[in-house]
């Protein structure tokens, strides 16, 4: 029929709508129906029908789920395993963090062994070059308490010392009573000994040396 509004004539049109029937309308109280009626008539770029979707999904979505896993409720087992799986990254880590302390001390130990080793050839050095390293030694090669010389090459060289102080008194000993006395005892006739050459105890080469010139001088006095 037509109708006029605002002084225009407007063609109107009836919406006829085919009622539903009785087994339709009751279906219609249900609620799962009328989900599943919604889920296959919505729109907006989903599926028309989302069954299929929940009860048989792609294998490779995380929605799928085998039949052993579905029917698998042992909480125990699974919890079990979970704990395992802890344990085992625990036990992972603390190895790492061992190897990596380890490998910390050996380079620390192996630092302070250099280090030593430098101060040893330091201190060495020192010692040879001047009197660094030298404070808490004696300034005499020898034992004050015992009169014992020391092991040392210092105690070796004050011993070849006194030894030829004490071979050069007793030579100058000879020499002077060859020189002033007779071979014989004025006042009873008889040959007198005299005081005889020591001989030298067994000396480092440089005292040798020396001992070498003063018995050549001593063969020289006698001529």
Request: hydrophobic content about 30%.
């Amino acid at each position: 029929y037509q109708r006029r509004v605002h002084g225009d004539l407007i063609q109107m049109k009836f919406n006829n709508i085919a009622p539903r029937p009785r087994e339709e309308r009751t279906a219609m109280k249900h609620k799962e129906t009328i989900e599943k009626t919604n889920l296959a008539e919505r729109k907006g770029g989903f599926h028309s029908s989302a069954s299929e979707e929940i009860h048989n999904p792609d294998q490779k979505s995380t929605f799928f789920m085998g039949e052993a896993e579905r029917f698998d409720r042992d909480y125990v087992v699974h919890e079990k395993k979970e704990r395992e799986e802890k344990f085992a990254k625990k036990m992972v880590e603390i190895e790492k963090r061992k190897m990596e302390q380890l490998e910390r001390d050996n380079e620390r130990w192996k630092r302070m062994d250099e280090e030593e080793k430098k101060e040893g050839m330091k201190m060495s050095k020192l010692k040879d070059t001047n009197q660094a390293g030298k404070k808490n030694l004696s300034s005499a090669a020898y034992n004050p308490l015992t009169l014992e010389y020391d092991p040392t090459e210092s105690g070796k060289k004050l011993k070849d010392a006194d030894d030829m102080a004490k071979y050069r008194a007793q030579l100058r000993s000879h020499n002077i009573d060859s020189k002033s006395n007779s071979n014989y005892n004025i006042l009873t006739g008889e040959t007198r000994l005299g005081i005889a050459v020591p001989k030298p105890a067994p000396m480092a080469p440089p005292a040798k040396k020396q001992f070498a010139n003063i018995d050549f001088e001593f063969n020289l006095c006698q001529k």
